[in-house]
């Protein structure tokens, strides 16, 4: 089976800076991963994801991912944040070859400081 | 794309009660999974709920505690049975949809 692991549980940056959140997956076979945003009262919204092929995915809102097999992480980041961004941030992974059972990370917390 | 759904948006229970939660999809869909998200935690996943076929539970969720109806490719419901405070959460309905799996905007229950 698979899992997630997201080693922070809140990041505070200053609007403007560079963000990176961490995600960490264990799976057997090249997993589908994805990033999830969930601002407060609001509902899911998908940042981007990852299937095969580039390895660098873009996404909405500026973001983007790295998927390294190698460190078998696939960390999101952002060059300026805005105040807009913050919310709560899942990391996700989906076995096989279709969207049954999508696993959700702990969660990473984010505030931007103005 | 998929725009989901979900009734009620909020409801608070009686200890010992049940409460069903509707997710009407815009589009016909294959796949519907049921995910509970405890207060300030992550997503877990309940159930996937297939049309015309038995929902398959996760380990840790059981039929009886969590029926699930999907009689028709749009639709689907989802009974919080014999709800105690630990039920307390936000359930999400959300199907797989172009390629994405998309999300309503969830079911907030408090048990009393």
């Known amino acids: 089976a698979q899992s997630v692991t997201q080693p922070d549980i809140h990041i505070t940056v200053s609007e403007g800076a560079s963000l990176e959140l961490r995600c960490n997956y264990s799976?057997?076979?090249?997993?589908?991963l994805f990033w999830y945003v969930q601002s407060p009262g609001q509902g899911l919204q998908l940042l981007l994801k990852y299937f095969s092929g580039d390895t660098l995915v873009q996404g909405i809102k500026g973001f983007e991912a790295e998927f390294k097999r190698s460190q078998s992480s696939f960390n999101l980041r952002k060059p300026s944040v805005h105040w807009s961004d913050a919310a709560e941030y899942f990391c996700?992974?989906?076995?096989?070859?279709?969207?049954?059972?999508?696993?959700f990370g702990p969660g990473t917390s984010l505030s931007v400081i103005p | 794309s998929a725009v989901i759904s979900q009734k009620p948006s909020r409801d608070i229970c009686q200890r010992g009660t049940s409460l069903t939660i509707q997710c009407q999809v815009d589009?016909?869909?294959?796949?519907m999974f049921w995910y509970r998200q405890q207060p300030g935690q992550s997503l877990t996943l309940i159930a996937t709920a297939n049309q015309g076929s038995e929902a398959t539970y996760e380990s840790g969720f059981v039929i009886d505690k969590f029926p699930i109806s999907r009689p028709n490719l749009t639709f689907s419901t989802l009974t919080v049975s014999n709800m105690s405070p630990e039920d307390s959460s936000i359930y999400l309905c959300s199907v797989e949809a172009t390629g994405e799996l998309f999300f309503g905007e969830g079911s907030r229950l408090t048990v009393l």
């Open positions: 799976y057997g076979a090249t997993p589908y």
């Open positions: 589009s016909q869909v294959t796949m």
């Open positions: 996700a992974v989906g076995a096989g070859t279709s969207y049954d059972k999508v696993i």
